[in-house]
C-alpha cells in the first residue's frame, strides 16, 4: 500500500480553471505538507498543516488554497490557474518527533496551456 | 532567497568512485539537516540526516559530513553505484519551529558503469 498517495499523478488544463489535487495518507501522521517542484527541480515548501495549525508560506498567491476534510486528507486546491503554476506538486507527511522524516507522494505533474 | 545552497547542480562520476555534493547555509538556527534522493517520477526519499553536535554520520555507503562553523555540509558517496543516478537535495530546517525543510536546489548524480 502506497503510504502518501496523490491524485491524479498527470494534470492538464487551461489558464483561468480551477483544479483541486488530492493527498490521503495512511501513516497517522498529524502533519501534511505540499511542495511545489519547479522544471529546475528546486523543492520550495507551500504550506504545512496539522490539526492545529496552518503555516503558509508567504510567497504562495492566495489562489492557492489547502483543504483538510480530516487527518489523512490534505487536497490543493488552485484557482485562475496561471501558465507559472505549471510544476510537479508533491504531498509529504510526517510523524511526530523532531528526527521523523518526510514521506512524499510521487508527485501530481501540472501543466497549464 | 536562497538559504540553503546547493552544488554542483550536476555531477557525473564512474562506477565504484567518490560522488561528492556540498551545501551551505545561512541561517545559524537551523538544526537539522537531511539528505533526500529522488528517482525520476517518484517523490524525494529521506537518505541520511545529521543534527548540528556531531561532525559526521556514517550509513553504509553515504556519509555526511557537517562543519557548523562554515555553515556547510557535504554528502559523501562511497563505491558509487549506477542505481545511485538519482537527484540528491540537502535541506534543512528548525526542529523547534514546525520542521519545515527548505532544500537546496538539487544535484543531479549520474553514475556511468
Known amino acids: 500500500?502506497?503510504?502518501?498517495?496523490?491524485?491524479?499523478?498527470?494534470?492538464v488544463t487551461q489558464m483561468g480553471n480551477d483544479k483541486s489535487i488530492k493527498c490521503e495518507q495512511n501513516l497517522g501522521?498529524?502533519?501534511?505538507?505540499?511542495?511545489?517542484?519547479d522544471s529546475k527541480k528546486f523543492l520550495k515548501i507551500m504550506f504545512s498543516y496539522n490539526n492545529k495549525e496552518l503555516i503558509i508560506n508567504e510567497t504562495v498567491p492566495n489562489r492557492f488554497s489547502?483543504?483538510?476534510?480530516?487527518?489523512?486528507?490534505?487536497?490543493?486546491?488552485?484557482n485562475s490557474l496561471e501558465?507559472?503554476?505549471?510544476?510537479?506538486?508533491?504531498?509529504?507527511?510526517?510523524?511526530?518527533?523532531?528526527?521523523?522524516p518526510l514521506h512524499f507522494g510521487n508527485g501530481t505533474r501540472l501543466t497549464v496551456t | 532567497q536562497q538559504q540553503v545552497k546547493q552544488s554542483p547542480q550536476s555531477l557525473i562520476v564512474q562506477k565504484g568512485g567518490?560522488?561528492?555534493?556540498?551545501c551551505a547555509y545561512e541561517n545559524t538556527a537551523f538544526d537539522y539537516f537531511p539528505w533526500y534522493q529522488q528517482f525520476p517520477g517518484k517523490g524525494p526519499a529521506l537518505l541520511i540526516?545529521?543534527?548540528?553536535?556531531?561532525?559526521?554520520?556514517?550509513?553504509?555507503?553515504?556519509?555526511?559530513?557537517?562543519?557548523?562553523?562554515a555553515k556547510q555540509?557535504?554528502?559523501?558517496?562511497?563505491?558509487?553505484?549506477?542505481?545511485?543516478?538519482?537527484?540528491?537535495?540537502?535541506?534543512?530546517?528548525?526542529?523547534?519551529?514546525?520542521?519545515?525543510?527548505?532544500?537546496?536546489?538539487?544535484?543531479?548524480?549520474?553514475?556511468?558503469?
Not at chain 2, 73 to 101: E, K
Request: proline share 7%.
Open chain 2, 49 to 69: 540526516a545529521i543534527r548540528p553536535d556531531v561532525s559526521e554520520k556514517k550509513e553504509g555507503r553515504f556519509t555526511i559530513s557537517f562543519n557548523k562553523s
Open chain 2, 73 to 113: 555540509f557535504s554528502l559523501h558517496i562511497m563505491d558509487s553505484q549506477p542505481g545511485d543516478s538519482a537527484t540528491y537535495f540537502c535541506a534543512a530546517s528548525i526542529l523547534g519551529a514546525g520542521n519545515m525543510l527548505t532544500f537546496g536546489g538539487g544535484t543531479r548524480l549520474m553514475v556511468k558503469p
Open chain 1, 29 to 37: 501522521h498529524d502533519t501534511m505538507y505540499w511542495y511545489k517542484q
Open chain 1, 66 to 78: 489547502p483543504k483538510s476534510p480530516d487527518k489523512a486528507h490534505l487536497n490543493l486546491h488552485i
Open chain 1, 1 to 11: 500500500d502506497t503510504a502518501v498517495s496523490q491524485t491524479p499523478k498527470y494534470l
Open chain 1, 83 to 100: 501558465l507559472g503554476d505549471s510544476a510537479v506538486y508533491f504531498c509529504a507527511s510526517r510523524g511526530p518527533g523532531p528526527n521523523s
Open chain 2, 18 to 22: 567518490i560522488s561528492i555534493i556540498n
